[in-house]
């Protein structure tokens, strides 16, 4: 397909952004664990998506409104390929994923469902969620799947820029006035309790060798870089006891009800509409 970023029917070029558009024309479908993967990498991308978008006109400057926002449009394109990919296993789009399911079918983590209407939190989650995303695609990019590391290769450049924005705010407050400072802190401690559950592995990784990272194999890259950030800026990640992990098992926190409620009113009021 001569200029298509396609070297042939399966071989897909190096650095090439694959769309969702183009996954639905090439009628690829994906086994049932390479689907449930994507579902749950998509639904990551989508919840996060959601909670940074709440920054749009709220935050604390024009050209952050922007940022946040920008890092928000990259997430939701990651979800979309993602549950594109995930749904082609199943018959169904990437919609009928991110609008028509209930809350317990979602396999997100606990991390991204947290509330952010505090610009410490919402930088706190972003410092450890962006050097999490970043090794993860960075990894998934060398998948033997080759939909899998199509995605991740556009997706752990864009993670790269994440790294930067977020690791300049937490030196920005940390090292700013005491408030800020403090915020921060305040943003790492509500956090810390859901670390974890980011690198806590599932049968279905041992059935992924090759395909996808064992997520324990993410613990020691993120938090040595993150540890050593929140040290620059005068910050700590506190020790705490975890809270029950459950995400992937479709047990979710209570704030995710309500995101959802908001995400899919229109969808579900008013099915196939467009404009």
């Known amino acids: 397909m001569s200029g298509s970023g396609f070297d042939s029917a399966t071989l897909i070029s190096a650095g090439y952004a694959l769309t969702s558009e183009e996954l639905i024309q ?3 479908k994906a086994s049932e664990d390479v689907a ?6 998509g639904d990551d991308a ?3 998506a959601q909670r940074n978008l709440w920054w749009v006109a709220r935050a604390p400057e024009l050209e952050e409104d922007i940022a946040l ?3 928000a449009l990259d997430l939701l394109g990651h979800a979309r390929v993602l ?5 082609s296993a199943w018959g169904k789009s990437e919609d009928d994923l991110a609008y028509f399911r209930e809350e317990e079918e979602f396999r997100s983590l606990h991390l991204v469902e947290l509330e952010s209407e505090d610009f410490g939190r919402t930088i706190a989650r972003q410092l450890v969620w962006a050097h999490y995303g970043f090794e993860l695609f960075t990894r998934l990019s060398q998948s033997q799947d080759e939909i899998l590391a199509a995605i991740a290769q556009k997706a752990a450049k864009e993670y790269d820029y994440h790294v930067d924005h977020a690791e300049q ?3 920005r407050l ?5 408030e800020a400072n403090a915020r921060l802190q305040a943003g790492l401690d509500h956090i810390a309790p859901y670390l974890d559950e980011l ?3 599932e049968e279905l990784h041992d059935r992924l060798e090759g395909i996808a990272p064992r997520p324990s194999e993410l613990r020691e890259p993120v938090m040595s870089r993150v540890t050593s950030v929140l040290a620059e800026a005068g910050l700590t990640l506190p020790e705490v006891p975890q809270a029950l992990t459950g995400g992937r098992r479709g047990e979710h926190r209570e704030a995710l009800g309500y995101l959802l409620a908001e995400m899919q009113v229109l969808a579900r009021k008013h099915p196939g509409a467009s404009w």
């Open 83 to 87: 549950l594109t990919y995930a749904g």
């Open 36 to 41: 449930q993967y994507a579902l749950r990498l």
């Open 46 to 48: 989508l919840i996060l």
């Open 69 to 71: 926002s920008n890092i």
């Open 199 to 201: 690198f806590e592995d």
């Open 174 to 178: 940390g090292i700013g006035t005491e």
């Open 26 to 28: 090439r009628d690829v």
């Open 169 to 171: 705010w937490t030196l």
